[in-house]
Structure formats: structure tokens, C-alpha cells
């Protein structure tokens, strides 16, 4: 297992912020998270290389806020192909380990649109996504419209796509607030049998492993520290015990910083020992 964070420094500081904290693994923006302005090439092959030499470990790009590839708005939908395309690009010249997207949201009452929107986003970005890097689906926190927060969601969206290159991302933040118990053992033993039961075990390339601020169910997408909200250590120490996790990588997008998200990945290994 590789554990490791989000950081949101940009580039220049990534390598060395990496290290500070203990990072075995990270996962970033490289373009602006709140625009609409695409990564530049000649950026992204500088940074591989220094990314490379620094023999960190495996890399992950997270697309920008903005992008919702299931948009029922054809401009906002436009945007984030486009954008989805050029970050992939990118993607290739870092040889970074996944490029992740979340599986979209549409209007309310078009449950089945949105499906085919983002199907359809996900099987054109999936072209011109360079071999190295693997596309990865990230599952929503069961907000309003989202197109895949729960499994069987999920297993609709990849039949839809019908392309084995897809990847699974699980945000466990987002599948409490969904509704899935995983405070509990039992919980996450459930989970995982339901993975296994949707046969997508073996797509699952990324655990983003977030506590929750809000309660079981809540469907509100609020990360905090680990082991400081709702999931608890016990959660944790049932997650990052299961073999499907044990040699993925493991990315925490919590508030935590410096020495103290130092000794939040601290606290990942111990649980995970």
C-alpha cells in the first residue's frame, strides 16, 4: 500500500511538500481547479521529468472542479470534454498513474441522460487517453442528480461506457455520506462483498480515504481528518485491512497540513500494519 495526499501547492512546490509530509504517493491539479484553462504541455513534460527524477512514487491528476461531465448544460458540457481531453494529454507526458473525474451530475428527473452524457464524455476522453495513464471514475457523495454515488450505480455507468481501461475511484467521505456504514466492520465487509457481487473489484485503482464532517447519510461532500469524524479509527483500520486495498495507493483530501498531515499518514500506516 502507498499512502499519500491530495496537494493543492501547484507544481513547484509539489516535490518538495511531498517529502515533507512523508508522501509515498500524490495526487494533483495541474491547471487551474477553477477555470476553464487547460494544463500546458511544455509545463507538464518540465514537471514529469523533475516528478520522475524524484522517484516519489506514482502520480495522480484530479480534473478541475468545474468539470461535470454530465451537465445537461451543452456549453458547461462542451467545456468539460475539451478540458477532460487536454488534461489527459498532459496525463501522458507526466506518466501519471490515473487521471480521476467524477462521474457527473445531471438535472433533476433526467436520471437516464445523464447517464448517457457521461458514458458517452468517458468513451471519448478514453480515445485519446495515452496508455500509460488510466481513466478513473470517481463515485459522488449522493448528491442531487449525481449519476454513480452507490456500486450499483457505478455498474451501470461502466457497462454504459463498455471499455475495460475504465477505473474505479472510491472516496470514502463520499460513500458515508451516501449512506454506507463504514464505521463499522461489519460495514465495510458489506461494501466490499457488494464490489465484489457488481464485479468491479478488479477496476478499483484509487482509494481517496477522507472522514466525513456530517452524519451516516447525510449526502454532503465535507472531508475531515481521519480518524476525527464520522468513520473513526475502527472504520479505517476495517478499510485499509481489506486485501482489495493492500496494494493500491491510498490519497487522503483532508484539511490537514504540514506536521500535522505528516501525522495523518502516519496514522494510515499504523492502521494499515
Known sequence: MRVGAHLRSGLRTAIPLAREVGAEVVQLFIS????????????????????????????????????????????????????CRRSVA?????????????????GEGEVADALDRSATVLQAVLVETPERTRLLVELMA????????????????????????????????????????????????ALFDELHAVGLADRLRLIHLNDAKFQRGSRRDRHEIVGEGGIGLEGFGAILGRPE???????????SSGERRKQELDTI???AA
Open 32 to 83: 487551474n481547479p477553477r477555470a476553464w484553462s487547460a494544463p500546458r504541455l511544455e509545463t507538464a513534460e518540465k514537471f514529469g521529468a523533475e516528478w520522475r527524477e524524484a522517484a516519489i512514487g506514482p502520480l495522480f491528476v484530479h480534473a478541475p472542479y468545474l468539470v461535470n461531465i454530465a451537465s445537461p448544460n451543452p456549453e458547461f458540457l462542451s467545456k468539460s470534454i475539451e478540458l
Open 90 to 106: 498532459s496525463c501522458g507526458v507526466l506518466e501519471a498513474e490515473g487521471f480521476v473525474v467524477h462521474a457527473g451530475s445531471g
Open 142 to 189: 449522493g448528491t442531487a442528480g449525481a449519476v454513480a454515488s452507490t456500486l450499483a450505480e457505478a455498474r451501470a455507468l461502466f457497462d454504459a461506457v463498455d471499455d475495460e481501461r475504465l477505473g474505479l475511484v472510491l472516496d470514502t467521505c463520499h460513500l458515508f455520506a451516501t449512506g454506507y456504514v463504514l464505521n463499522e466492520p461489519e460495514g465495510v465487509a
Open 245 to 255: 486495498v493492500r496494494d493500491l495507493s491510498v490519497v487522503v483530501e483532508t484539511p
Open 269 to 271: 500506516r499504523s492502521l
